[in-house]
């Protein structure tokens, strides 16, 4: 969906796309291109965003992705980014 080097337009974009999908309240446009940002790398100020609102922005922004009917192939690259950054983070989950 979106790579490192993404235009932040793209982002604003996607991000008032979830703001109009779930109420311009509940999503946080700054905060949200902000988490955004630091997931696929880049610097952000997202130190000072409330967990909560981290947490919900997370979710949404998540959700945004089935609402607004991303193709399977965006989805993957979308999750293929996320396992990367939880690696890179050092997370290494419990094989069964």
């Given at each position: 969906?979106?790579?490192?080097?993404?235009d932040?337009?793209?982002?604003?974009?996607?991000?008032?796309?979830?703001?109009?999908?779930?109420?311009?309240?509940?999503?946080?446009?700054?905060?949200?291109?902000?988490?955004?940002?630091?997931?696929?790398?880049?610097?952000?100020?997202?130190?000072?965003?409330?967990?909560?609102?981290?947490?919900?922005?997370?979710?949404?922004?998540?959700?945004?992705v089935?609402?607004?009917?991303?193709?399977?192939?965006q989805?993957?690259?979308?999750?293929?980014?996320?396992?990367?950054?939880?690696?890179?983070?050092?997370?290494?989950?419990?094989?069964?």
């Open positions: 969906m979106f790579r490192p080097d993404s932040l337009r793209e982002i604003t974009a996607f991000v008032a796309e979830v703001r109009a999908a779930f109420g311009a309240g509940n999503v946080p446009a700054l905060e949200a291109e902000a988490i955004i940002r630091e997931s696929l790398g880049e610097e952000a100020p997202v130190d000072d965003i409330d967990g909560d609102v981290y947490f919900t922005i997370k979710v949404l922004v998540i959700c945004g089935d609402v607004l009917k991303y193709t399977e192939p989805i993957d690259e979308l999750l293929v980014a996320a396992e990367r950054q939880v690696a890179a983070e050092g997370y290494r989950p419990a094989t069964l």
